[in-house]
């Protein structure tokens, strides 16, 4: 049985901003796991996306596993949030705001 090593929430706020939660002075682990990720909610089951919340709970083992709480909200808002994650990380060590507007990374529309 693997330990967390790592873990990242996402949440997606009223207002529609997005929260990142994540290690952001490591960089690159963060980027992993949000590959990870990417890779992992791709090629899930259509079955598990029927949460309607906006929060992405993802967790990485120590042996470098990358998990994501179950039950998933809809697929097209989760890789949404993902990437806007990602530009949320990029933009840390600029000194910008750490909340994006929902639909940042490529105007997404997300119900």
């Not at 929430?9 to 009223?14: K, N």
């Not at 990485?60 to 990358?66: A, E, Q």
């Not at 507007?101 to 119900?111: C, I, K």
Request: contains cysteine.
């Amino acid at each position: 049985m693997s330990t967390e090593a790592c873990r990242i929430v996402l949440t997606q706020e009223r207002t529609g901003l997005v929260n990142v939660s994540a290690p952001m002075q490591h960089k690159a682990l963060c980027y992993e796991i949000l590959r990870d990720a990417a890779f992992v909610i791709e090629r899930t089951e259509e079955r598990h996306f029927f949460n309607p919340g906006k929060t992405l709970l993802i967790t990485m083992g120590m042996d470098g596993r990358v998990d994501i709480a179950a039950p998933l909200p809809p697929r097209e808002w989760c890789l949404m949030i993902l990437k806007a994650a990602r530009l949320v990380i990029e933009e840390y060590d600029l000194g910008g705001p750490k909340e994006r507007p929902a639909g940042y990374a490529d105007n997404l529309v997300v119900p």
